[in-house]
């Protein structure tokens, strides 16, 4: 099996095929963004060549990660912003996944040179990385403890959008005098216009200050200035155990790279220790080891999980076999008790009974109260989930403790007006999250929009804390318009019922089959 490492940047385009159990570079690719009209098309005719050429039959290769220097939404999927590049639309990674047919994840280029130096080059070992990247323009990606870094807001990093100069050069980014337009290639090609010609460019400037241009020396020399006492900010502020330089402007290693290190050791805060500062072991292949084995890269399984109160409860036999040929993967049984909710529903001997009419695993969820007490009466098999509600019971764990000695797994439900952080004493403990989008207790209500969000905040806090293994179900018109939005905001698991695979007018496997290819 192999993964794809793409590194977009202002001039030029990276591709790279990794062997994913070994993380070996298998092939690489370089072209040139001026020679670009449809990346997506491009891209995928790069890396069937690549394969061609490789012997790789491409349906082995299992996922994309694409380099954007610009600020990417937190699932990767969409660009927010790229102040430098304007071949690139905010939708690149669908229309590649259409075009490749695997997942495709996008991460900012600097980020993923940091995760690539950590996890192969340089920073192995370090519990806090900063790689900065040189380039058409600077970024920074800061690996700290083994995770990626991106601040609250997402735009942990932008180092090159530090103001310098007041009322300076316009900047891509919509501001003046930001720091790359001085310090990055680009910055410099404009330095080089300036002083040698309109036609120079950054390389021609570094070959005039070696020949002995004392204008094109010094304006080299302040730039490393500048650049260092940034980076020096960096070095104050963090406290890394290395910092590391990559992209196309670190191999000008005598007149820049150099001095911008010399300038730091001799400026930032030391006490005993001075943090390992040296030039990227990976090169400019840093971005692309860091995209192509960036974490979550591969696409979410999507789960059904049909609601039986749905079915045709006189033909419950047939029902039962046509949700398992569908690939619809639990039985949904839902425990109403006209307490903790308004209705009476599905009794425990007949849902036991079903035992014997399928051999899917059930998704019970109970919206009663003491839900311990149900739960001691259910005929229960190893892979079944049990759902009891934060709000029906003062014993949680006492009734998460029952559910885990009955050897099944445990989950929690939370009504649409109760907050996830009630969840984080018991989160380490559950196997899934139930979020209600709807209020619990009748099929057929309009979901609460606000749910898509607190699905996108639950992934959040999961892959926070590390515990991405626990699944989010989500249980409340799972409409074929609703299924996708929940999907792309981190859900997992999805009860379907008359809004979809058992509305009227289909079968159950033809509405299975339309919300997997809407997914």
Request: hydrophobic letters at 40%; proline letters at 4%; a negative charge.
């Amino acid at each position: 099996m192999y993964k794809v490492g793409i590194d977009i940047g202002g001039t030029k385009i990276n591709t790279g095929i990794f062997e994913k159990e070994t993380k070996k570079l298998v092939a690489v690719k370089k072209t040139y963004v001026k020679e670009i009209k449809n990346l997506s098309q491009h891209i995928n005719d790069v890396i069937k060549k690549m394969c061609a050429q490789n012997d790789i039959d491409p349906k082995e290769i299992i996922s994309c990660g694409i380099g954007i220097p610009g600020t990417i939404s937190d699932d990767g999927r969409r660009i927010l912003k790229v102040p430098n590049i304007d071949i690139l639309s905010d939708d690149i990674a669908k229309k590649m996944e259409n075009d490749l047919k695997v997942p495709v994840r996008l991460v900012q280029d600097s980020r993923a040179a940091a995760w690539g130096e950590y996890l192969c080059g340089g920073g192995r070992g370090a519990n806090g990385v900063v790689c900065v990247t040189l380039g058409t323009g600077i970024g920074i990606g800061v690996v700290v403890d083994g995770k990626i870094y991106s601040g609250a807001l997402g735009c942990a990093g932008e180092l090159g959008h530090l103001p310098v100069k007041e009322n300076g050069r316009a900047c891509g980014c919509g501001k003046t005098g930001c720091l790359e337009k001085y310090c990055a290639g680009g910055g410099l090609d404009i330095t080089a216009r300036e002083l040698l010609g309109d036609d120079k460019t950054a390389a021609e400037l570094f070959e005039e200050a070696k020949s002995g241009n004392a204008e094109a020396k010094t304006a080299i020399e302040d730039a490393v200035k500048t650049l260092g006492s940034g980076l020096v900010s960096i070095v104050n502020l963090m406290s890394p155990d290395c910092l590391l330089f990559s992209g196309g402007l670190s191999e000008q290693e005598e007149m820049y790279l150099n001095p911008v290190i010399d300038y730091i050791k001799e400026h930032c805060y030391s006490a005993d220790k001075m943090p390992i500062i040296k030039k990227a072991e990976l090169g400019e292949l840093s971005p692309l080891y860091g995209t192509a084995f960036i974490p979550m890269l591969e696409k979410r399984k999507a789960i059904l999980s049909a609601s039986i109160m749905c079915a045709d409860i006189l033909n419950m036999k047939a029902a039962l076999e046509e949700i398992k040929d569908a690939g619809i993967e639990y039985l949904h049984c839902d425990i109403m008790d006209n307490h903790f909710v308004p209705n009476l529903m599905m009794p425990m001997e007949f849902l036991n009974k079903l035992r014997d009419a399928s051999d899917l695993p059930f998704d019970f969820h109970i919206m009663a109260e003491n839900p311990e007490t149900v739960i001691e009466r259910l005929d229960l098999k190893k892979n079944d989930i049990i759902s009891v509600h934060y709000e029906s019971t003062v014993h949680l764990q006492k009734a998460i403790t029952l559910i885990k000695e009955k050897g099944t797994k445990a989950a929690v439900a939370i009504n649409p007006a109760t907050p996830l952080n009630v969840l984080e004493e018991i989160l380490p403990q559950l196997d899934m999250v139930l979020i209600m989008s709807v209020n619990p207790g009748f099929a057929g209500q309009k979901i609460v929009e606000s749910s898509f969000d607190k699905i996108r905040r639950m992934r959040k806090m999961l892959e926070e804390r590390d515990l991405c293994n626990i699944l989010i179900q989500v249980d409340g018109n799972c409409s074929f318009e609703n299924v996708p939005k929940m999907y792309d905001a981190g859900a997992d698991i999805f009860v379907v019922g008359t809004s979809s695979v058992f509305k009227k007018g289909q079968t159950i496997k033809d509405g299975a089959e339309k919300l997997f290819k809407l997914l």
